[in-house]
């Protein structure tokens, strides 16, 4: 299963997402931003590659339907309403991602 999770500008809370959900056997994890100065920018190819987007916030979430509206046709988009209040790997952060994430993919 790949999923793909976006953040603002892919330095805290989508590369976190990226390394944890790596991890888990059958999970493919890419991590992007919607800011043009992201490590890794959001793309229709990413969009295609993904079965599952997950994003942060509610203004993520807005700029992805608008931008790739016809490639998420079919795709789960999941706002997981994670603030940017966390460094890379927090531990909160990554008990965040996995429990709300949890409940759309099956965690082994």
Same mark, same amino acid.
């Given at each position: 299963m790949n999923l793909l999770f976006v953040c603002s500008e892919n330095r805290l809370r989508s590369p976190s997402?990226?390394?944890?959900? +790596?991890?888990?056997?059958?999970? #493919?994890?890419?991590?992007?931003?919607? #800011? $043009?100065?992201?490590?890794?920018?959001? +793309?229709?190819? $990413?969009?295609?590659?993904?079965?599952i987007v997950f994003v942060m916030e509610k203004t993520h979430k807005n700029k992805v339907s608008k931008k790739f509206k016809d490639l998420l046709t079919g795709k789960k988009l999941v706002c997981l309403d994670i603030p940017d209040n966390y460094d890379r790997m927090d531990p909160v952060l990554i008990r965040i991602l996995e429990n709300r994430v949890s409940k759309h993919v099956r965690l082994r």
């Open positions: 997402g990226e390394e944890v959900f +790596s991890a888990y056997e059958g999970i #493919n994890a890419i991590g992007c931003g919607t #800011n $043009l100065d992201a490590e890794t920018v959001v +793309s229709g190819d $990413l969009i295609e590659w993904a079965d």
